[in-house]
């Protein structure tokens, strides 16, 4: 079981999904530069953090997902094996085109940093095994461009396959119908603006990200 | 060849910017704004044999984001660059 953690200039949730992924892995992930041409060999598991990739110059996430080791991570992610991105990690998903939408500056125009309710609306993916489908849990997001937008008929289609993972229990950012993580067609890529890694220990106010990481790496571990 | 490339909000995606924008101009005492739409106006300095089908590519892969932006490409004449 090997997991990485990518890092990109101006990335700053980096060291915390490496504690997360350590804490429930046991061992911890290798951390991968945004330069670097290649990921390490039979990776399990991809995590792109949360930060200010590239100072958000241009649209946030976009010079991200054009840096030398996302053509590994697409090919990875093609390749089935799971990542997760978080936040800037998750506007890294759509600007790459592993996630279909794009996440746009919050409706309220400001930086939104609070817990909010989520609901898990499957519980049945790689990343949400470990959850019950319906089940509200609490979760920190910090983030100004995290409004999700796509049109109705990809919205629909989302809806439809169960790639809706998680959706606001309350109105945040103005995301469409509160979505705040999908899934890619295989279900192997999950893309959410919440930071499940801030809600990993005790004292961290709340411990219910942890599920999330048992699940995609209890879920390997267990294959 | 210095090309100017126009990156709007397509049709129907709320531009929250925009709106916050309208409600200054109105609060300023402008009156008959109907509408505020935000872009981006990126310059460019290209080979002046750059063709049309590379400058969308540009557009396409990096500078636009298709799911919610249009763009527009403009091309400046070399004098009226160097005048303006």
Redesign the interface.
């Known amino acids: 079981m090997r997991a990485a953690v990518i890092t990109f200039p101006g990335s700053n949730c980096d060291r915390d999904m490496a504690v997360a992924v350590e804490h429930v892995l046991g061992k911890a992930p290798i951390r991968v530069w945004h330069g670097d041409a290649q990921l390490p060999d039979g990776l399990d598991f991809i995590a792109l953090p949360g930060g200010f990739s590239y100072g958000d110059y ?2 946030s996430g ?1 010079m991200a997902a ?1 840096s030398p080791i996302m053509r590994s991570v697409v090919a990875a992610a093609e390749r089935g094996v799971p990542v997760l991105g978080v936040c800037n990690g998750f506007q890294v998903l ?2 790459s085109g592993l996630l ?3 996440l ?6 400001t930086f939104i940093c609070r817990t909010v309710p989520l609901t898990v609306e499957n519980g049945q993916t790689l990343f949400t095994s470990a959850y019950k489908a319906g089940q509200t849990i609490h979760i920190p997001v910090a983030h100004h461009d995290g ?1 999700y ?2 049109d109705n008929a990809v919205l629909d289609q989302l809806e439809g396959d169960g790639r809706v993972a998680f959706r606001y229990g309350e109105p945040v950012n ?1 995301s469409q119908r509160d979505i705040a993580g999908i899934l890619n067609v295989s279900g192997n890529v999950l893309g959410m603006m919440p930071h499940p890694e801030r809600a990993i220990e005790k004292d961290h106010g709340g411990r219910d990200g942890r599920a999330l990481f048992e699940s995609a790496l209890g879920a390997l571990n267990a294959a | 060849m210095k090309v100017r490339i126009h990156v709007s909000l397509k049709p129907g995606v709320l531009d929250p910017q925009g709106r916050a924008v309208h409600h200054s101009l109105e609060g300023l005492g402008f009156s008959g704004v109907e509408d505020v739409r935000i872009g981006r106006l990126i310059e460019l300095e290209v080979a002046e044999d750059t063709s049309d089908a590379v400058l969308d590519d540009m557009c396409q892969k990096l500078l636009a984001n298709m799911v919610i932006e249009n763009y527009h490409i403009e091309k400046l004449e070399q004098e009226a660059a160097g005048a303006a």
């Open positions: 241009l649209r976009s054009n759509t600007e279909p939408g794009a746009m500056r919050n409706a309220g125009q409004n937008f796509a103005g």
